[in-house]
């Protein structure tokens, strides 16, 4: 049996097997492939898969974290919105969905506090053109003490498909000493309850499988 952690972005794969499969704890087996938005074979090449069904529909549930009209500024010579772009998607989202789980822009200044990346996962799934109606849902996934992980849906409005997914685990920061820290109690007890709505919404989140918080 073949090793993969990655999450296969492919559109065209024969329907066969188990139409559904749930992740182990949220996280792909080190043996399986998450195919998202897709129906697939149970054996391909030798890898098993697990299938993870999600429309845009599925995300009705989470909160919209930016939206925007593609100008023509964001295109590269390939008449698509550049890579650059979708990190800036992601930052704008990020910032936005803070504020679900009391960490404002308030927060940030009067508790010297502050966020930090530490890892990303970007999956590309289908372009975007100019005048394009996007939006960006956000889901929180997890925390520890000091770090959180979410993940955010770029959604072509006008086509309704997801056009990208950005899965981030990043730090809470104490700016004095510019050093992770404990998130404190009231933070950590809001997102607590975030991921808790979340997890209630009926699927698994499409994870690259080797992040955690």
């Not at 009705?60 to 974290?65: D, E, R, W």
């Not at 981030?168 to 007890?189: T, Y």
């Amino acid at each position: 049996m073949s090793i993969a952690r990655t999450i296969v972005g492919s559109s065209s794969v024969s329907s066969a097997g188990k139409s559904k499969a749930q992740c182990s704890q949220n996280r792909c087996d080190a043996n399986v492939v998450c195919q998202f938005e897709l129906t697939v074979t149970s054996l391909l090449f030798g890898v098993r898969v697990l299938v993870i069904r999600l429309t845009v529909a599925d995300l009705n549930g989470l909160p919209v974290t930016h939206e925007e009209v593609i100008p023509e500024s964001y295109l590269d010579e390939f008449g698509h919105v550049n890579v650059m772009w979708y990190s800036y998607f992601f930052s704008c989202a990020t910032g936005n969905f803070f504020a679900h789980h009391g960490m404002s822009a308030e927060y940030f200044i009067q508790r010297d506090a502050g966020a930090f990346a530490l890892e990303a996962h970007v999956r590309y799934l289908a372009e975007l053109r100019v005048g394009t109606r996007v939006t960006v849902r956000s889901r929180a996934v997890g925390r520890s003490e000091k770090r959180f992980h979410n993940l955010h849906f770029v959604v072509n409005e006008d086509d309704g498909v997801i056009s990208a997914t950005g899965e981030f685990v990043g730090a809470h920061i104490d700016m004095k000493h510019r050093r992770m820290a404990p998130l404190p109690p009231d933070v950590a007890l809001a997102l607590d309850r975030l991921i808790d709505e979340h997890n209630r919404l009926g699927w698994d989140p499409p994870l690259c499988g080797t992040m955690k918080p």
